[in-house]
């Protein structure tokens, strides 16, 4: 069993920054991918982008490149979101979750963190 807590969120200016964090524990997640999704009011569960935890490799949705930036520290079983440039459109519930592959569909993970609140004011 895995288990994923996020957390960093907060209340923040537009253009402003946050770093959300996602500590894994319960088992190696060496050949997962580790992905951040987000989820506003009314709107569906959307991905925000990916990493590969064995080999770094990282994927974004094209609305967020430039701005989002995820990486992984291995020694701490810790996958971050650098969210920089924010916009009141990103508020929302930031999920982590861990795949056996990099996908953009929700329904295709297997474990989930709790959510954290992300909330952007203009």
């Known amino acids: 069993q895995v288990q994923l807590v996020e957390s960093g969120g907060g209340l923040v200016q537009a253009g402003g920054s946050l770093r959300l964090s996602c500590a894994a524990s319960?088992?190696?997640?060496?050949?997962?991918?580790m992905s951040w999704f987000r989820q506003a009011p009314g709107k569906e569960r959307e991905f925000e982008g990916a990493?590969?935890?064995?080999?770094?490799?990282?994927r974004y949705r094209d609305s967020v490149k430039g701005r989002f930036t995820i990486s992984r520290d291995n020694t701490k079983n810790t996958v971050y979101l650098q969210m920089n440039s924010l916009r009141p459109d990103d508020t929302a519930v930031y999920y982590c979750?861990?795949?056996?592959?990099?996908?953009?569909?929700?329904?295709?993970?297997?474990?989930w963190g709790q959510g954290t609140q992300v909330t952007v004011s203009s």
């Open positions: 979750a861990a795949a056996r592959g990099l996908f953009d569909d929700p329904r295709l993970y297997d474990y």
């Open positions: 990493i590969r935890w064995n080999a770094g490799e990282v």
């Open positions: 319960g088992r190696t997640l060496s050949s997962y991918v």
